[in-house]
């Protein structure tokens, strides 16, 4: 009874604290909130709600399974998974990091016996689009999107040689392998779920950005960041928990350039929240977690092996250019937005119907 007691006072006093700090800190939380929902606009959206809508279309309609399949084909030495699973874990490697766990989640649903596999495959289904990284970290950190592409081909490089050392000594299991493709099916109500899906998830992705930078500036006000800043490592803090902080780190080093590399391998705290958020429980994540550690680090050799076999070199880029800002009149946001609220307010409307 004691500790229930102590528990609720200090869950009472923390509360009280926190609620004292959004209010005396209110300007800058503001601010942190206003820069995740630019981040979210004008990087966020356009490099993942395309390929998240094109994803689930293409795999729902059976086009991926062809797609692939000469890849497949190739590496169905290594590979122990099915057509479909084969292209899922293609999909991810340049849809970004939620194309894997959705797609995986999506199949698992309707194949619950794969529900293992899943586990092991989402450990390297897990990449960050080459657009985001491209401009996370290529133009915002360096000004230079070779950079970005570097840091791009090192985490699925990383990804692949993963996934090849997890299923190359595994016994193929030829309940799987026994995957007939279907045939290839098309609708409108295909497109429109798979809006519907891509909206509910950048909603995720987006609402635990700005919940991530505003902790970030929590942290600062209430003095954690200072004790990170006296080694020079709170912007790689701000990076590791929201990766797309990777911007602060602006500056001219080959080890910045593999510290990137890793960092947008791991994915930072952020996405692997939303990750577990997407799994909606029906994947477990321990074997994903303990992955990242490992695959970061290849990445990061891989980037080292990369700057050497191009000759690239960081230290050599002189002007930074800026990275390109969000337009008023910029007609892509403006049809991500529109189509957003279209399902928001279409799935308000039907709520409504059910209701009365």
């Not at 390297?124 to 996370?136: D, H, K, L, N, R």
């Not at 081909?153 to 392998?177: P, Y």
């Not at 250019?321 to 049809?335: E, I």
Request: with cysteine.
């Amino acid at each position: 009874m004691k500790r229930t007691k102590t528990f609720a006072v200090i869950a009472s006093v923390f509360a009280f604290a926190l609620c004292a700090v959004l209010v005396f800190d209110a300007q800058k939380i503001i601010e942190a909130s206003e820069r995740s929902v630019y981040t979210c606009l004008s990087v966020i959206i356009p490099s993942l709600f395309a390929f998240m809508v094109f994803s689930q279309i293409i795999t729902s309609s059976g086009i991926a399974d062809i797609l692939f399949f000469p890849l497949y084909k190739i590496s169905k030495f290594w590979f122990k998974g099915n057509r479909r699973l084969f292209s899922i874990f293609m999909l991810s490697l340049i849809g970004g990091y939620p194309i894997g766990i959705k797609l995986l989640k999506e199949y698992t649903a309707y194949n619950k016996n794969y529900t293992a596999i899943a586990k092991k495959m989402l450990c390297y289904c897990y990449c960050g689009s080459p657009a985001f990284i491209i401009q996370i970290a290529g133009l915002s950190v360096f000004g230079s999107s070779f950079a970005g592409l570097i840091i791009y081909l090192s985490n699925i490089t990383s990804c692949v040689i993963f996934a090849v050392l997890s299923n190359i000594f595994e016994k193929r299991d030829l309940s799987i392998d026994k995957y007939t493709p279907e045939k290839i099916s098309f609708s409108l109500q295909t497109i429109v779920n798979s809006i519907n899906s891509a909206v509910k998830t950048l909603g995720i992705i987006c609402g635990t950005i700005v919940a991530f930078n505003i902790f970030i500036e929590i942290c600062d006000y209430i003095g954690i960041l200072n004790i990170f800043k006296l080694f020079n490592l709170d912007k790689f803090l701000a990076a590791f928990l929201e990766i797309s902080n990777l911007s602060l780190l602006k500056g001219v080093s080959g080890n910045t350039l593999y510290a990137c590399s890793m960092l947008t391998s791991f994915g930072g705290l952020c996405i692997i929240l939303q990750t577990a958020s997407l799994s909606g429980g029906k994947i477990k994540l321990k074997k994903f977690i303990f992955a990242r550690i490992p695959i970061a680090l290849l990445s990061g050799l891989m980037c080292r092996f990369y700057s050497f076999l191009f000759g690239f070199s960081v230290e050599s880029i002189v002007s930074f250019p800026a990275v390109p800002m969000l337009s008023d009149v910029n007609p892509l946001f403006s049809v991500c937005i529109i189509i957003m609220s279209y399902i928001i307010i279409k799935t308000h409307g039907d709520v409504s119907k059910s209701a009365k």
